[in-house]
């Protein structure tokens, strides 16, 4: 199970993270959702280790900073777009491979077991088709799948996805939050989008202004209310077979 205690984080005098005390349940999707700029990216990365934590975060009882490097890279992976190289050239297979690479030893060459499953995770965000094309022809979209799929490539026990869905058509959307159920996985996903985080999420965290404002459930956290004082505009909701509706 992943624990935070007590995590503060300042840059300069700003006070950015504050007091961040939660549990993740495990093999569940929870989002993190709040105004911009509230801290749930650097929230992420604390969780993800790129930003020090200093015993703040724990994995089944041990502080991360006490996982070797490595045994936290198969552990727990992160989605994101930053490329510390041009990936431009690449084709759309070698990335979702490159998910594997946590799993390798030094100068090892990938098995046919990990192109089975990088094969795997490109059929299931949809992308199979585009295996052969190079990075730089696609499209915002597709571009993101590719990245979700190396990410989910991996099989992590721990998945971190910052706004995943921000290129996807409402299809796939729905399609990714399918996938990452039957993944199952604990997913911890920052999302924009405040319906689907209602309607497919387990549970959810509201940040604002570096703090925990709300946890728990969407259909207990995410009311018209609370969410209208955290973003300052009226909300609505429905419910139709068990399914929970946001608007706004
Ligand atoms: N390297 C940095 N230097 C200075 N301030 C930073 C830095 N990184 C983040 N911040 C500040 O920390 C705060 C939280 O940023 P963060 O990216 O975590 O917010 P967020 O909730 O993910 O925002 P968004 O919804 O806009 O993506 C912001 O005020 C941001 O300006």
Same mark, same amino acid.
């Given at each position: 199970m992943l624990q935070i205690k007590n995590l503060n984080y300042k840059i300069k005098q700003q006070i950015i993270l504050n007091n961040i005390t939660l549990t993740f349940p495990d093999n569940k999707i929870t989002c993190i959702i709040g105004p911009n700029g509230c801290g749930k990216s650097t929230l992420l990365a604390h969780i993800s280790s790129l930003l020090k934590s200093s015993e703040k975060i724990s994995l089944d009882g041990i502080y991360i900073e006490k996982i070797p490097a490595r045994t936290y890279a198969r552990k727990v992976a992160i989605l994101s777009q930053?490329? *510390? +190289?041009?990936?431009? *050239? +690449?084709?759309v297979s070698d990335i979702v491979l490159m998910g594997r690479y946590p799993h390798k030893k030094r100068f090892q060459d990938y098995s046919t077991a990990d192109i089975r499953i990088a094969d795997k995770m490109m059929l299931n965000t949809g992308i199979k088709h585009l295996s052969g094309k190079k990075i730089k022809t696609l499209s915002g979209g597709e571009r993101q799948r590719v990245f979700i799929a190396k990410a989910m490539a991996q099989e992590p026990d721990i998945l971190l996805l910052d706004e995943?869905?921000?290129?996807?058509?409402v299809k796939y959307k729905l399609a990714l939050m399918r996938e990452l159920k039957k993944f199952g996985k604990t997913v911890i996903i920052v999302l924009h989008d405040l319906s689907l985080a209602a309607r497919c999420c387990d549970n959810s965290i509201v940040m604002y202004d570096g703090t925990i404002a709300a946890a728990g459930k969407p259909t207990k956290i995410l009311t018209p209310e609370f969410l209208e004082k955290i973003f300052e505009v009226p909300f609505y909701t429905a419910k139709q077979n068990d399914n929970y509706f946001l608007y706004y």
């Open positions: 930053r490329q *510390e +190289f041009s990936i431009d *050239e +690449f084709l995943p869905t921000n290129h996807l058509d």
